[in-house]
Protein backbone atom coordinates (compact mmCIF):
# COMPACT_ATOMS: atom_id res chain seq x y z
CA UNK A 1 0.00 0.00 0.00
CA UNK A 2 3.56 2.18 0.76
CA UNK A 3 4.43 1.56 -2.60
CA UNK A 4 1.23 2.42 -4.42
CA UNK A 5 1.33 5.82 -2.36
CA UNK A 6 4.40 6.97 -3.41
CA UNK A 7 3.81 5.95 -6.73
CA UNK A 8 1.04 7.99 -6.81
CA UNK A 9 2.63 11.38 -4.96
CA UNK A 10 5.66 10.42 -7.86
CA UNK A 11 2.63 10.67 -10.87
CA UNK A 12 1.52 14.38 -9.23
CA UNK A 13 4.99 15.40 -9.07
CA UNK A 14 5.45 14.61 -12.91
CA UNK A 15 2.21 16.55 -13.47
CA UNK A 16 2.82 19.34 -11.59
CA UNK A 17 6.15 19.56 -13.30
CA UNK A 18 4.48 19.03 -16.95
CA UNK A 19 2.09 22.12 -16.29
CA UNK A 20 5.00 24.22 -15.02
CA UNK A 21 7.02 23.38 -18.80
CA UNK A 22 3.60 24.25 -20.46
CA UNK A 23 3.01 27.52 -18.63
CA UNK A 24 6.49 28.57 -19.68
CA UNK A 25 5.78 27.27 -22.80
CA UNK A 26 2.59 29.34 -22.62
CA UNK A 27 4.31 32.53 -21.74
CA UNK A 28 7.45 32.58 -23.56
CA UNK A 29 4.63 32.23 -26.99
CA UNK A 30 2.70 35.51 -25.40
CA UNK A 31 -0.37 33.67 -23.98
CA UNK A 32 -3.64 35.66 -23.43
CA UNK A 33 -5.34 36.04 -20.71
CA UNK A 34 -7.85 33.36 -20.04
CA UNK A 35 -4.76 30.93 -20.93
CA UNK A 36 -2.67 32.37 -17.90
CA UNK A 37 -5.95 32.43 -15.52
CA UNK A 38 -6.18 29.07 -16.43
CA UNK A 39 -3.14 27.92 -15.99
CA UNK A 40 -3.12 29.56 -12.43
CA UNK A 41 -6.22 28.19 -10.69
CA UNK A 42 -4.50 24.42 -12.19
CA UNK A 43 -1.15 25.47 -10.14
CA UNK A 44 -3.31 26.33 -7.12
CA UNK A 45 -5.20 22.90 -7.51
CA UNK A 46 -2.25 21.10 -8.17
CA UNK A 47 -0.69 23.26 -4.84
CA UNK A 48 -3.84 22.25 -3.02
CA UNK A 49 -3.28 18.21 -4.25
CA UNK A 50 -0.04 18.29 -3.23
CA UNK A 51 -0.54 19.62 0.46
CA UNK A 52 -3.01 17.11 0.72
CA UNK A 53 -0.97 14.16 -0.58
CA UNK A 54 1.92 15.48 1.59
CA UNK A 55 -0.57 15.35 4.49
CA UNK A 56 -1.48 12.10 3.87
CA UNK A 57 1.91 10.75 2.90
CA UNK A 58 3.43 11.95 7.08
CA UNK A 59 -0.48 10.20 8.30
CA UNK A 60 0.53 7.07 6.40
CA UNK A 61 4.29 6.96 7.61
CA UNK A 62 3.08 7.39 11.27
CA UNK A 63 0.87 4.54 10.47
CA UNK A 64 3.06 2.17 8.80
CA UNK A 65 5.72 3.44 11.89
CA UNK A 66 3.34 2.34 15.03
CA UNK A 67 2.70 -0.64 12.62
CA UNK A 68 5.71 -2.00 11.97
CA UNK A 69 6.93 -0.98 15.89
CA UNK A 70 3.81 -3.37 16.78
CA UNK A 71 4.24 -6.12 14.53
CA UNK A 72 7.99 -6.34 15.71
CA UNK A 73 6.97 -6.00 19.17
CA UNK A 74 4.33 -8.75 18.83
CA UNK A 75 6.76 -11.13 16.74
CA UNK A 76 9.34 -10.45 19.77
CA UNK A 77 6.62 -11.12 22.09
CA UNK A 78 5.75 -14.56 20.62
CA UNK A 79 9.11 -15.38 20.56
CA UNK A 80 9.29 -15.07 24.15
CA UNK A 81 6.47 -17.00 24.86
CA UNK A 82 7.74 -19.87 22.58
CA UNK A 83 11.70 -19.76 24.47
CA UNK A 84 9.89 -19.53 27.61
CA UNK A 85 6.95 -22.32 26.89
CA UNK A 86 10.25 -24.37 25.27
CA UNK A 87 11.94 -23.46 28.82
CA UNK A 88 9.23 -24.71 31.15
CA UNK A 89 8.87 -27.90 28.36
CA UNK A 90 12.99 -28.50 29.33
CA UNK A 91 12.65 -27.93 32.83
CA UNK A 92 9.80 -30.12 33.49
CA UNK A 93 11.67 -33.24 31.40
CA UNK A 94 14.69 -32.42 33.26
CA UNK A 95 13.28 -32.70 37.06
CA UNK A 96 11.70 -36.07 35.38
CA UNK A 97 14.69 -37.06 34.07
CA UNK A 98 16.51 -36.22 37.44
CA UNK A 99 13.48 -38.24 39.90
CA UNK A 100 13.88 -41.37 37.59
CA UNK A 101 17.75 -41.01 38.18
CA UNK A 102 17.44 -40.47 41.85
CA UNK A 103 14.89 -43.36 41.95
CA UNK A 104 17.29 -45.40 39.97
CA UNK A 105 20.22 -44.58 42.05
CA UNK A 106 18.28 -45.54 45.17
CA UNK A 107 17.52 -48.98 44.26
CA UNK A 108 20.44 -49.66 42.61
CA UNK A 109 22.27 -48.56 45.68
CA UNK A 110 19.95 -50.51 48.11
CA UNK A 111 20.34 -53.84 45.82
CA UNK A 112 24.12 -53.56 45.83
CA UNK A 113 23.64 -53.88 49.75
CA UNK A 114 21.67 -56.10 49.97
CA UNK A 115 23.72 -58.51 47.66
CA UNK A 116 26.60 -57.22 49.97
CA UNK A 117 24.83 -58.10 53.25
CA UNK A 118 24.00 -61.76 51.84
CA UNK A 119 27.51 -62.03 50.43
CA UNK A 120 29.15 -61.59 53.97
CA UNK A 121 26.12 -63.79 55.41
CA UNK A 122 27.43 -66.67 53.00
CA UNK A 123 30.91 -65.95 53.83
CA UNK A 124 30.55 -66.58 57.17
CA UNK A 125 28.28 -69.58 56.86
CA UNK A 126 31.36 -70.77 54.77
CA UNK A 127 33.78 -70.14 57.18
CA UNK A 128 31.91 -71.26 59.95
CA UNK A 129 31.15 -74.27 57.86
CA UNK A 130 35.18 -74.66 57.25
CA UNK A 131 35.81 -74.36 60.97
CA UNK A 132 33.99 -77.18 61.60
CA UNK A 133 34.88 -79.60 59.04
CA UNK A 134 38.10 -78.46 60.44
CA UNK A 135 37.10 -79.32 64.05
CA UNK A 136 36.07 -82.64 62.81
CA UNK A 137 39.08 -83.43 60.98
CA UNK A 138 41.21 -83.04 63.92
CA UNK A 139 39.25 -85.06 66.25
CA UNK A 140 38.83 -88.17 64.35
CA UNK A 141 42.40 -87.81 63.49
CA UNK A 142 42.94 -87.98 67.49
CA UNK A 143 40.73 -90.78 67.23
CA UNK A 144 42.88 -92.30 64.77
CA UNK A 145 45.31 -91.88 66.61
CA UNK A 146 44.46 -93.68 69.88
CA UNK A 147 42.94 -96.20 67.95
CA UNK A 148 46.13 -96.99 66.31
CA UNK A 149 48.18 -96.46 69.81
CA UNK A 150 45.77 -99.41 71.01
CA UNK A 151 46.05 -101.45 68.20
CA UNK A 152 49.24 -101.31 68.36
CA UNK A 153 49.75 -102.45 71.99
CA UNK A 154 46.76 -104.93 71.37
CA UNK A 155 49.38 -106.27 68.84
CA UNK A 156 51.99 -106.24 71.10
CA UNK A 157 50.69 -108.24 73.41
CA UNK A 158 49.10 -110.72 71.34
CA UNK A 159 52.43 -111.08 69.97
CA UNK A 160 53.51 -111.84 73.56
CA UNK A 161 51.09 -114.41 73.88
CA UNK A 162 51.58 -116.41 70.95
CA UNK A 163 55.42 -116.19 71.83
CA UNK A 164 54.68 -118.12 75.33
CA UNK A 165 52.32 -120.79 73.61
CA UNK A 166 55.46 -121.05 71.00
CA UNK A 167 57.77 -122.56 74.01
CA UNK A 168 55.70 -125.26 74.84
CA UNK A 169 57.13 -128.20 73.25
CA UNK A 170 54.23 -130.88 71.41
CA UNK A 171 53.60 -132.68 74.37
CA UNK A 172 51.67 -128.84 75.49
CA UNK A 173 50.39 -129.01 72.50
CA UNK A 174 48.46 -132.41 72.47
CA UNK A 175 47.50 -132.03 75.82
CA UNK A 176 45.45 -128.73 74.44
CA UNK A 177 43.81 -130.53 71.95
CA UNK A 178 41.63 -132.89 74.17
CA UNK A 179 40.86 -130.20 76.60
CA UNK A 180 39.07 -127.80 73.76
CA UNK A 181 35.46 -128.38 75.23
CA UNK A 182 36.83 -127.25 78.79
CA UNK A 183 38.48 -124.00 77.54
CA UNK A 184 35.43 -123.35 75.32
CA UNK A 185 33.56 -123.64 79.41
CA UNK A 186 35.99 -121.62 80.79
CA UNK A 187 35.82 -118.85 78.21
CA UNK A 188 31.87 -119.26 78.38
CA UNK A 189 32.04 -118.40 81.76
CA UNK A 190 34.61 -115.70 81.35
CA UNK A 191 32.64 -113.89 79.68
CA UNK A 192 29.69 -114.14 81.95
CA UNK A 193 31.53 -113.22 84.99
CA UNK A 194 32.23 -110.09 83.38
CA UNK A 195 28.78 -109.69 82.16
CA UNK A 196 27.36 -110.28 85.36
CA UNK A 197 29.69 -107.36 86.38
CA UNK A 198 28.54 -105.00 84.13
CA UNK A 199 25.06 -105.29 85.31
CA UNK A 200 25.91 -104.97 88.76
CA UNK A 201 27.07 -101.44 87.85
CA UNK A 202 30.97 -102.49 88.78
CA UNK A 203 31.97 -100.79 85.39
CA UNK A 204 35.82 -100.77 86.62
CA UNK A 205 35.86 -104.43 87.69
CA UNK A 206 33.91 -105.48 84.46
CA UNK A 207 36.46 -103.78 82.18
CA UNK A 208 39.33 -105.12 83.23
CA UNK A 209 37.58 -108.54 83.11
CA UNK A 210 36.63 -108.05 79.56
CA UNK A 211 39.85 -106.41 78.95
CA UNK A 212 41.28 -110.02 80.18
CA UNK A 213 38.87 -112.11 78.04
CA UNK A 214 40.39 -110.27 74.84
CA UNK A 215 43.94 -110.49 75.63
CA UNK A 216 42.96 -114.19 75.65
CA UNK A 217 40.43 -114.72 72.98
CA UNK A 218 41.07 -111.78 70.53
CA UNK A 219 39.68 -113.86 67.72
CA UNK A 220 36.56 -115.43 69.46
CA UNK A 221 33.24 -114.76 67.97
CA UNK A 222 32.24 -112.90 71.17
CA UNK A 223 35.38 -110.67 71.40
CA UNK A 224 33.15 -107.73 69.64
CA UNK A 225 30.75 -108.54 72.11
CA UNK A 226 33.43 -107.83 74.95
CA UNK A 227 34.87 -104.65 72.87
CA UNK A 228 31.34 -103.13 73.29
CA UNK A 229 30.65 -103.83 76.87
CA UNK A 230 34.16 -102.12 77.37
CA UNK A 231 33.20 -98.94 75.58
CA UNK A 232 29.83 -99.10 77.96
CA UNK A 233 31.60 -98.95 80.99
CA UNK A 234 33.37 -95.69 79.91
CA UNK A 235 30.12 -94.41 78.90
CA UNK A 236 27.62 -95.15 82.12
CA UNK A 237 30.86 -93.76 83.91
CA UNK A 238 29.96 -90.61 81.90
CA UNK A 239 33.59 -91.01 80.61
CA UNK A 240 32.22 -89.91 77.08
CA UNK A 241 35.71 -89.40 75.65
CA UNK A 242 36.77 -92.86 76.67
CA UNK A 243 33.51 -94.44 75.29
CA UNK A 244 34.46 -92.82 72.28
CA UNK A 245 37.82 -94.35 71.80
CA UNK A 246 36.41 -97.75 72.37
CA UNK A 247 33.52 -97.60 70.40
CA UNK A 248 35.76 -97.08 67.76
CA UNK A 249 37.79 -99.53 68.30
CA UNK A 250 35.03 -101.68 68.02
CA UNK A 251 34.08 -100.44 64.67
CA UNK A 252 37.43 -100.66 63.07
CA UNK A 253 38.29 -103.94 63.90
CA UNK A 254 34.94 -105.05 63.77
CA UNK A 255 33.05 -103.50 61.22
CA UNK A 256 30.81 -106.05 59.94
CA UNK A 257 30.30 -106.96 64.15
CA UNK A 258 26.16 -107.01 65.19
CA UNK A 259 26.92 -104.33 67.69
CA UNK A 260 28.43 -101.50 65.04
CA UNK A 261 25.16 -100.22 64.87
CA UNK A 262 24.73 -99.98 68.76
CA UNK A 263 28.20 -98.55 68.64
CA UNK A 264 27.63 -95.45 66.29
CA UNK A 265 24.35 -94.19 68.13
CA UNK A 266 26.08 -94.53 71.52
CA UNK A 267 29.25 -92.69 69.82
CA UNK A 268 26.84 -90.45 68.25
CA UNK A 269 25.89 -89.93 71.72
CA UNK A 270 28.95 -89.23 73.42
CA UNK A 271 29.40 -86.64 71.26
CA UNK A 272 26.20 -84.77 71.57
CA UNK A 273 26.66 -85.45 75.46
CA UNK A 274 29.98 -83.61 75.51
CA UNK A 275 28.95 -80.56 73.68
CA UNK A 276 29.65 -81.32 70.19
CA UNK A 277 26.19 -81.70 68.51
CA UNK A 278 27.34 -80.94 65.01
CA UNK A 279 29.96 -84.09 65.05
CA UNK A 280 27.06 -86.39 67.07
CA UNK A 281 24.70 -85.43 64.46
CA UNK A 282 27.08 -86.29 61.41
CA UNK A 283 27.62 -89.58 63.04
CA UNK A 284 23.88 -90.54 63.78
CA UNK A 285 23.51 -89.40 59.89
CA UNK A 286 26.07 -92.27 59.04
CA UNK A 287 24.01 -94.57 60.92
CA UNK A 288 21.01 -94.20 59.01
CA UNK A 289 22.95 -94.31 55.71
CA UNK A 290 24.72 -97.65 56.95
CA UNK A 291 21.68 -99.36 59.23
CA UNK A 292 18.27 -97.69 58.28
CA UNK A 293 16.45 -100.85 59.22
CA UNK A 294 18.10 -100.66 62.76
CA UNK A 295 16.20 -99.84 66.18
CA UNK A 296 19.59 -97.59 66.57
CA UNK A 297 17.75 -96.03 63.26
CA UNK A 298 14.61 -94.92 64.92
CA UNK A 299 16.66 -93.68 68.19
CA UNK A 300 19.04 -91.67 65.41
CA UNK A 301 16.37 -90.29 63.87
CA UNK A 302 14.49 -88.71 67.28
CA UNK A 303 17.46 -87.38 68.38
CA UNK A 304 18.37 -85.52 65.13
CA UNK A 305 14.70 -84.02 65.19
CA UNK A 306 15.47 -83.03 68.60
CA UNK A 307 18.72 -81.23 67.73
CA UNK A 308 16.62 -79.58 64.76
CA UNK A 309 14.31 -78.49 66.92
CA UNK A 310 16.58 -76.78 69.38
CA UNK A 311 18.10 -74.89 66.12
CA UNK A 312 14.66 -73.89 65.17
CA UNK A 313 13.56 -72.40 68.45
CA UNK A 314 16.70 -70.48 68.90
CA UNK A 315 16.27 -68.69 65.96
Request: glycine residues 2%; charged residues 35%.
Amino acid sequence: MRKRFINKCSEYKISFYCLLFTAYCLLSACATTEDFAFLRRDITQLQKESLIVKNELNTLKEKTSGAAKEESFNVVRQSQAETQSLLANVSRDLQILSGRFDENKYFTEKALKNSAAEMDLIKAQITSLEDQIKDIRNKLDALESQVKQKKELFEKQQEGTENKFEKHGKETHEEKQPAKPVASADKTSKYKAAYNMFKAEKYKEARQMFGSFLKEFPNDELSDNAQFWIAETYYHEKDFEGAIFEYEILLKKYPKSQKASSALLKQGLSFIEMGDKKTGKIILEQLLERYPDSKEAELAKKTIENINKKKTKKR
